[in-house]
C-alpha cells in the first residue's frame, strides 16, 4: 500500500508538471473582410511573444498558452495539389457560427496544421462546422505527416442550421491536420487545441529509481 501511495503521488507530482494549455481559433481578428485569406500567423505560437500574439487577433476563453505550437493553413485542389496556401474568412451565415474559415477553392478539401515543437504534443479536443447553403457531407479526418489516417467521421456534416461539434481528443508529438472536404460552402469554427510538455526523461528515471527504492525498503523490512 505505501508503495502504490508513493509511486501514485510521484506520477501526480509529474502529471502536475506537463498540465496541457489550450488555445480555441475563433477566427475573430480585427479589421478581416470577408473573403480575405486568414493570417498564416493566427494561432501561430500562441503566448510568450509568438506570432499568434498580434493584438488583432482574438481567441475563445480560458485555455492559456501554446507557445510550442505552429500553425499552417491551406486548400488542395481536386487532384490532392496545393491550391492556395490560405484558408479564408467569412463572418456569418454558416449555420449559427459566427467568424469561420472555408476553404478557397470548391471541390477540393481545406487542411489546419498543428506542428508541435520538439519535446511537445498537441491534442486536437475539438472543432465546429457550419454550412452556407444547405447541409452538405464529405470526408473529415485527422491525420500525421504521412497521411496516416489517426481519426475520422464517416458521418460528417456541415448543417445550414445550427452546427455540428466534434471532439476528436487526438494527441500527437509529430505534425498532425484537420483536413475536410468537399465545398467551400462548409466552415470550421471554435478549434480547440493544447499542447503538453512531454515529461523529462530525469523525471521519469527519478519516479523509477524511487519505486525501486521503496520496493527495496519493504523487502528489508520482511
Known amino acids: 500500500m505505501q508503495i502504490r501511495l508513493a509511486f501514485s503521488l510521484a506520477l501526480g507530482c509529474i502529471v502536475l508538471s506537463t498540465t496541457a494549455h489550450a488555445t480555441t481559433l475563433t477566427f475573430d481578428i480585427d479589421g478581416l473582410g470577408l473573403q480575405q485569406m486568414i493570417p498564416l500567423a493566427y494561432g501561430d505560437h500562441v503566448g510568450g511573444g509568438g506570432a499568434g500574439d498580434n493584438p488583432l487577433f482574438h481567441y475563445g476563453p480560458g485555455g492559456g498558452a501554446t507557445s510550442h505550437?505552429?500553425?499552417?493553413?491551406?486548400?488542395?485542389?481536386?487532384?490532392?495539389?496545393?491550391y492556395?496556401?490560405?484558408?479564408?474568412?467569412?463572418?456569418?451565415?454558416?449555420?449559427d457560427l459566427t467568424n469561420v474559415a472555408y476553404m478557397s477553392v470548391t471541390g477540393g478539401y481545406g487542411h489546419l496544421e498543428f506542428d508541435p515543437d520538439p519535446g511537445y504534443s498537441v491534442t486536437i479536443n475539438s472543432f465546429d462546422f457550419g454550412d452556407w447553403l444547405l447541409d452538405e457531407s464529405g470526408p473529415l479526418q485527422i491525420v500525421d505527416a504521412n497521411k496516416n489516417v489517426l481519426w475520422s467521421d464517416s458521418?460528417?456534416?456541415?448543417?445550414?442550421?445550427?452546427?455540428?461539434?466534434?471532439?476528436?481528443?487526438?494527441?500527437?508529438?509529430?505534425?498532425?491536420?484537420?483536413?475536410w472536404a468537399h465545398s467551400w460552402?462548409?466552415?470550421?469554427?471554435?478549434?480547440?487545441f493544447s499542447e503538453t510538455p512531454?515529461?523529462?526523461?530525469?523525471?521519469?528515471?527519478?519516479?523509477?529509481?524511487?519505486a525501486l527504492a521503496l520496493v527495496r525498503s519493504r523487502r528489508r523490512r520482511s
Open 84 to 95: 492556395d496556401h490560405e484558408l479564408k474568412f467569412w463572418s456569418t451565415g454558416y449555420g
Open 185 to 192: 460552402n462548409m466552415g470550421i469554427d471554435n478549434v480547440s
Open 69 to 82: 505550437i505552429g500553425i499552417d493553413y491551406w486548400t488542395n485542389d481536386t487532384a490532392d495539389n496545393p
Open 198 to 210: 512531454a515529461p523529462e526523461p530525469a523525471s521519469m528515471a527519478a519516479l523509477a529509481f524511487g
Open 155 to 179: 458521418s460528417f456534416t456541415a448543417p445550414h442550421i445550427g452546427h455540428s461539434s466534434y471532439l476528436p481528443d487526438i494527441t500527437s508529438s509529430g505534425p498532425i491536420s484537420i483536413e
